[in-house]
């Protein structure tokens, strides 16, 4: 149990500190008043001003007493360390990150709704590949004498999985199969899958399946929604593709991956969901946007209303790294309501179409790139999790030598220290 004291219990204040302290196994017990302060014999944090005993002191910027957003709040970085409005508040600093502050007002939008990575805080600073916030806890709990190796031991790897497009050519409606031959698309290569003479190249689930098998943990995120231009995937009724769900459903999870078409459409993410529903027989809980298609605070508040308790979109589409500055699981706190939900936020450590088209990477420095982000996250003890897609890792065409990228991931994640 630690003390700490404040002057202000505000909700902004103990959504950091449960996520600092209460979410990492250590209890904690707030005191306002000197005269409390006074009479305890351990004084662990003191977040104020006032000159008292304490093992450390924080001076509060004033964000996490504040109920309103302020575009005007500045955030920099100088030799070595983070201030808001010129003031070197770490706690401060971990909730601005969190909650994802600037994204509620910024406009530097891309042709899918996405904020870039460039206009990204850390990106700016050429920290995204720095989980700074898990660095600024650790730091917190060495400063006051606590044990962080129970944090930092609970490491844990979690490759996952999109399926946009479920089979490049198998269970096509005909119609569809008979436009794409005549199109020039692959023909040769289309009649040799139909004959049975070649696998499907999107046919990959028995690798995905050994990958579950390393790694104990998985999860797969299906698209349901209606055919459109970005939505692909396969009717939701095929009894194959439901058979191929329910297999994967098996291998440690499943969650819905909300369509192109259903953004910010709470009726549709519903109508999704309740066919996942349908196909497994079960509840689904978990959630990755499709394109990653993320708006802050509307697209968190679609999935609370859907009833979603886990999201896996924190993250880029178009670079690598920590968007959010953490490796952790946290809950997202919607701003503009200034309060705390319990959509439980999974940020990811990098795509693989970010690292391959966006970033122009060969598998080889992609690996290089992995190898340090898994290493970050080893030191802090979070979720190391990546985005593959199962039409990503047949290992042929533009993707040759990717599946080696995946199995380094999970060499890697799995090796000790």
């Not at 959504?15 to 209460?22: A, E, G, K, P, Q």
């Not at 890792?393 to 993707?399: A, L, N, S």
Request: net charge negative; charged share 25%.
């Amino acid at each position: 149990m630690i003390h700490i004291f404040t002057e202000h219990i505000t909700p902004r204040l103990i959504y950091v500190l449960d996520f600092c302290f209460t979410e990492k196994g250590e209890a904690y017990e707030l005191v306002s008043t000197r005269e409390e302060w006074n009479k305890l014999e351990v004084k662990s944090l003191n977040y104020s001003n006032q000159e008292i005993k304490c093992d450390l002191q924080i001076n509060p910027q004033g964000i996490l007493f504040e109920s309103e957003i302020y575009q005007s709040k500045s955030v920099v970085f100088n030799d070595g360390n983070f201030e808001i409005d010129g003031v070197n508040d770490e706690l401060g600093l971990i909730f601005y990150l969190l909650v994802r502050y600037k994204s509620y007002y910024s406009q530097n939008l891309d042709a899918h709704g996405r904020l870039n990575a460039e206009h990204n805080t850390l990106v700016k600073f050429g920290l995204n590949k720095v989980a700074v916030v898990d660095r600024l806890v650790k730091s917190i709990w060495e400063k006051l004498s606590l044990d962080y190796s129970k944090v930092q031991n609970g490491f844990k790897i979690i490759p996952t999985f999109d399926i946009d497009v479920a089979w490049a050519y198998k269970n096509r409606k005909f119609i569809r199969s008979v436009g794409a031959m005549l199109k020039g698309k692959k023909p040769i290569e289309r009649l040799k899958v139909y004959a049975g003479v070649s696998q499907d190249p999107y046919d990959t689930y028995s690798y995905i399946r050994e990958i579950a098998a390393k790694t104990e943990q998985i999860i797969c995120f299906t698209l349901l929604g209606d055919w459109g231009k970005y939505d692909k995937n396969i009717h939701w009724e095929n009894y194959s593709y439901g058979s191929l769900i329910r297999g994967l459903n098996l291998e440690g999870g499943l969650g819905i991956h909300p369509s192109y078409a259903s953004y910010l459409d709470v009726d549709k993410v519903k109508l999704e969901i309740n066919r996942l529903e349908t196909i497994t027989g079960h509840e689904i809980l978990k959630s990755r946007q499709h394109f990653l298609r993320l708006k802050i605070p509307e697209s968190y508040n679609t999935l609370v209303a859907a009833g979603i308790k886990n999201d896996y979109s924190m993250g880029f589409a178009d670079d690598f790294g920590f968007r959010a500055g953490t490796s952790f699981p946290f809950y997202y706190f919607d701003l503009k309501q200034n309060k705390s939900t319990d959509l439980l936020i999974h940020p990811f450590a990098y795509m693989d179409s970010a690292m391959k088209d966006y970033l122009k990477l060969k598998p080889e420095q992609a690996k290089e790139v992995i190898y340090d982000l898994i290493a970050e996250v080893k030191s802090v003890g979070g979720q190391f999790i990546s985005i593959w897609h199962n039409s990503s890792i047949h290992d042929k065409g533009e993707w040759k030598g990717w599946k080696t990228v995946l199995d380094f991931t999970v060499e890697k994640g799995l090796e000790q220290e």
